[in-house]
């Protein structure tokens, strides 16, 4: 009986995960840790929106029409050598604060991000259909390219069968390193009888050991397992944004250049994080907007980004169950574009109409105002904005 067939077809769910990420900018690879990956795109030592922005439209349409690399390259690499990012440059490193000559675009360069968001994209929703169909196909099967290119590892743990929610998974769900061409198959019990397959008695040997690899940039100590590397040491599907990882996002938010810090926010409106935010499935603060500098001065905020609670996400869906997850995107215009107003205890109200109707948010800072929180966004009539004109005072953007 012949293999199965492995689709190399970009599944919806890569193209929205893809499309629902922010931006993040970052010197080096480890400044971005794998949670931050999940709701951002980035690309070390871009500093500027606009490559960031060429970068990601590029890897969106490789992503989306399975472009090759070399299209890839040929319609990208014109643009990023006439704006400046080619070639090796002296930059300056906001870690340490010193000025080296480092290597922007190449090649080399491009290759690596190019494959790298494929492969994580493709990983990402191959995950979201396994977990869709994993009562009927509650099998995976481990599967690596068998020529001398492969690891040894990754050729070890070919043809590993295992439940879905084996721990193995965890850990060792590909890609697992960089210019990793792993993959997995689902399966029923059907199939695989079909195919002859039989389920493996347990993991392949010496696959639970770890070693501690200290992240020079953070400090910080992971557990990577032999044969995986380090940054791929988790499984992309599972992952989710905890809480310090939010944090820390938030953190390189608030230090971005304005432009950047509103690009960061992104649109997550439409992805599986920001639904999963609402439903009550997150331990995190999601980034929902960004504070425009006569807003942050008149409520006493020193944080830029405005947070959205899981407690703040159940209170909303609640309230108003008529939103839907893309309404939230409308805070960002009315904070920038509304009628702001600043109201009592360090809040911001704003009223923004858009195609004839009119929406209300609040935003509040904390009392030592280190953290700005929405308090709510909803759908308003003109005497709630007759009210707040008559009572508090007006920002003037």
């Given at each position: 009986?012949?293999?199965?067939?492995?689709?190399?077809?970009?599944?919806?769910?890569?193209?929205?995960?893809?499309?629902?990420?922010?931006?993040?900018?970052?010197?080096?690879?480890?400044?971005?840790?794998?949670?931050?990956?999940?709701?951002?795109?980035?690309?070390?030592?871009?500093?500027?929106?606009?490559?960031?922005?060429?970068?990601?439209?590029?890897?969106?349409?490789?992503?989306?029409?399975?472009?090759?690399?070399?299209?890839?390259?040929?319609?990208?690499?014109?643009?990023?050598?006439?704006?400046?990012?080619?070639?090796?440059?002296?930059?300056?490193?906001?870690?340490?604060?010193?000025?080296?000559?480092?290597?922007?675009?190449?090649?080399?360069?491009?290759?690596?991000?190019?494959?790298?968001?494929?492969?994580?994209?493709?990983?990402?929703?191959?995950?979201?259909?396994?977990?869709?169909?994993?009562?009927?196909?509650?099998?995976?099967?481990?599967?690596?390219?068998?020529?001398?290119?492969?690891?040894?590892?990754?050729?070890?743990?070919?043809?590993?069968?295992?439940?879905?929610?084996?721990?193995?998974?965890?850990?060792?769900?590909?890609?697992?390193?960089?210019?990793?061409?792993?993959?997995?198959?689902?399966?029923?019990?059907?199939?695989?009888?079909?195919?002859?397959?039989?389920?493996?008695?347990?993991?392949?040997?010496?696959?639970?050991?770890?070693?501690?690899?200290?992240?020079?940039?953070?400090?910080?100590?992971?557990?990577?397992?032999?044969g995986i590397d380090p940054g791929f040491q988790h499984n992309v599907g599972r992952a989710r944004p905890g809480r310090d990882s939010a944090n820390r996002l938030i953190e390189k938010i608030d230090d971005a250049?304005?432009?950047?810090?509103?690009?960061?926010?992104?649109?997550?409106?439409?992805?599986?994080?920001?639904?999963?935010?609402?439903?009550?499935?997150?331990?995190?603060?999601?980034?929902?907007?960004?504070?425009?500098?006569?807003?942050?001065?008149?409520?006493?905020?020193?944080?830029?980004?405005?947070?959205?609670?899981?407690?703040?996400?159940?209170?909303?869906?609640?309230?108003?169950?008529?939103?839907?997850?893309?309404?939230?995107?409308?805070?960002?215009?009315?904070?920038?574009?509304?009628?702001?107003f600043a109201g009592y205890e360090r809040q911001a109200v704003g009223f923004l109409e858009e195609n004839g109707r009119l929406w209300r948010a609040v935003v509040k800072a904390t009392v030592d105002g280190s953290?700005?929180?929405?308090?709510?966004?909803?759908?308003?009539?003109?005497?709630?904005?007759?009210?707040?004109q008559r009572r508090w005072v007006r920002i003037e953007l």
């Open positions: 009986m012949p293999a199965p067939e492995i689709l190399d077809v970009p599944p919806a769910e890569a193209v929205e995960h893809f499309r629902a990420r922010g931006f993040h900018v970052g010197f080096d690879w480890r400044d971005t840790d794998a949670e931050q990956h999940l709701v951002s795109f980035t690309a070390a030592k871009t500093a500027k929106l606009d490559i960031l922005q060429d970068l990601r439209t590029a890897a969106d349409k490789a992503i989306a029409d399975g472009t090759t690399f070399e299209t890839f390259r040929a319609e990208l690499e014109p643009t990023l050598v006439r704006k400046g990012w080619w070639g090796r440059q002296p930059m300056t490193d906001p870690v340490t604060g010193k000025t080296r000559i480092v290597q922007l675009g190449s090649a080399h360069r491009l290759r690596i991000i190019f494959d790298t968001n494929i492969r994580m994209a493709y990983a990402r929703g191959r995950w979201e259909r396994i977990e869709r169909l994993r009562e009927a196909m509650p099998w995976l099967r481990y599967v690596a390219v068998q020529d001398a290119r492969t690891r040894p590892d990754h050729l070890a743990w070919h043809g590993t069968i295992l439940p879905v929610d084996h721990p193995f998974w965890q850990t060792h769900y590909p890609p697992n390193g960089w210019k990793c061409r792993c993959i997995v198959q689902q399966f029923g019990d059907d199939d695989l009888e079909r195919y002859g397959y039989k389920v493996s008695e347990g993991p392949p040997p010496g696959s639970g050991r770890t070693r501690p690899w200290k992240n020079r940039r953070t400090g910080r100590v992971h557990q990577v397992p032999p250049p304005p432009d950047l810090a509103r690009a960061a926010i992104g649109q997550p409106w439409r992805g599986q994080l920001f639904r999963r935010h609402l439903e009550g499935r997150s331990d995190a603060d999601w980034p929902a907007a960004v504070l425009s500098a006569p807003v942050r001065g008149a409520i006493g905020a020193r944080s830029r980004t405005v947070r959205l609670s899981t407690e703040t996400a159940a209170k909303q869906a609640r309230r108003h169950p008529d939103l839907e997850p893309a309404d939230y995107a409308r805070v960002q215009r009315i904070l920038d574009q509304g009628e702001m953290e700005t929180y929405l308090v709510t966004l909803h759908k308003a009539q003109p005497r709630d904005r007759d009210v707040a």
